[in-house]
């Protein structure tokens, strides 16, 4: 199994506080891994990183062999936290625009994703409710054939109907070479397709562990354990 | 389908007793072709990696077998599937009886309660 994502060192501080404090991390191609952690432990930090979108205090940051750049943007599909669709734009208009920045989007599957769902691509964002941006975004993101996927709070601000939809397209469209990185605090949704868990507490790993280890060992699910560590 | 899982197993062993289940059920019929990797996880709601672990489960235990181009199909001995399907009701009937025991039914209390409730319900 090849590695698709290591941290040494790495480190985050803004001003005084310190996001990231010295985190080693190595994550392996081809698997679901959920970065878990309450609120302000540093997952969308550690996301921002990967993405470029914000640069290492200290240490090094590798995905593929690379520091994050124009080669990483490459292979990596981010969802992040908040959507930026422009509301004034059509649906298509964004399927254009993956279409020509991302030589891996698969235009003919995000088309085919929108019709079962039965968005009219000639739709404004402005004119569909949250749920269903938050879907279209998705969407977008699901539909390159990325070697690493961010998805920063997928399932956090949408009904448990489409919740389910979001996890599924999220299992469909899984290429087996690829990792996807789930950062979340809703555990028990995203437990049972995870493989692997990543907990992060005040910028440190508390525990990288495979899901069903922790079950055998523990006798606990992952959200019982997280319950447990996080405890106030 | 629904899939009910116990917080304290792993996932992947409780997803190959519910296969399993199908194929004792006759759900999956003897030699016929399983769904792919991919349908049984997106039923199950569950990652592609665990529903293959569960079937390499149900493979050692000589339920399936895949054929290496074509899929996993149910196996054709039929005693094999009769035997599995004795042994879970057996062990659900151990279960019962101990639970039973434990609220201070003997097995022979038991059972005439068993024939009791049978004839109130053929009645």
Redesign the interface.
């Given at each position: 199994m090849s590695t698709i994502l290591q941290c040494e060192n790495l480190s985050k501080r803004y001003g005084a506080r310190t996001a990231l404090d010295n985190i080693s991390l190595k994550l392996d191609s081809g698997r679901i891994i959920g970065l878990l952690g309450p609120n302000g432990s540093g997952k969308s930090t550690l996301i921002k990183l990967i993405n470029d979108l914000l640069s290492p205090t200290a240490g090094t940051l590798l995905i593929d062999g690379h520091a994050p750049g124009l080669e990483t943007k490459k292979i990596v599909s981010y969802l992040p936290e908040r959507t930026y669709l422009d509301e004034n734009l059509k649906v298509s208009s964004y399927i254009s625009y993956f279409a020509d920045f991302y030589g891996d989007f698969d235009t003919s599957r995000a088309l085919d994703m929108l019709q079962r769902l039965d968005i009219d691509p000639d739709l404004r964002i402005k004119t569909l409710s949250k749920g269903t941006q938050e879907k279209v975004q998705l969407i977008l993101v699901m539909s390159r054939r990325a070697r690493l996927y961010c998805l920063d709070e997928p399932i956090a601000g949408v009904d448990p109907a489409a919740r389910d939809y979001i996890l599924s397209t999220i299992i469909n469209n899984y290429d087996e070479n690829a990792t996807i990185l789930i950062s979340t605090h809703l555990i028990s949704d995203v437990e049972n397709i995870l493989d692997e868990v990543v907990f992060i507490q005040n910028g440190h790993i508390r525990l990288q562990a495979q899901v069903d280890d922790i079950r055998c060992n523990q006798g606990n699910s992952i959200d019982g354990l997280f319950r447990e560590v996080f405890k106030c | 389908m629904t899939?009910i899982?116990d917080?304290?197993?792993?996932?992947?062993a409780q997803i190959a007793e519910l296969v399993r289940l199908d194929i004792i059920s006759g759900l999956y019929q003897p030699g016929t072709k399983l769904p792919s990797v991919?349908e049984l996880?997106?039923q199950?709601?569950?990652?592609?990696?665990?529903m293959q672990?569960a079937l390499t489960e149900l493979e050692r235990s000589g339920l399936v077998h895949s054929m290496r181009t074509s899929g996993r199909f149910i196996t054709e001995d039929i005693d094999m599937i009769q035997k599995m399907k004795e042994n879970l009701a057996t062990d659900q009937i151990r279960g019962f009886l101990e639970k039973m025991s434990s609220m201070g039914f003997q097995p022979q209390d038991t059972l005439k309660l068993i024939e009791k409730i049978l004839k109130e319900e053929q009645s």
């Open positions: - | 899939w899982l917080p304290s197993r792993p996932i992947y991919r996880a997106a199950a709601k569950v990652n592609p990696n665990t672990k």
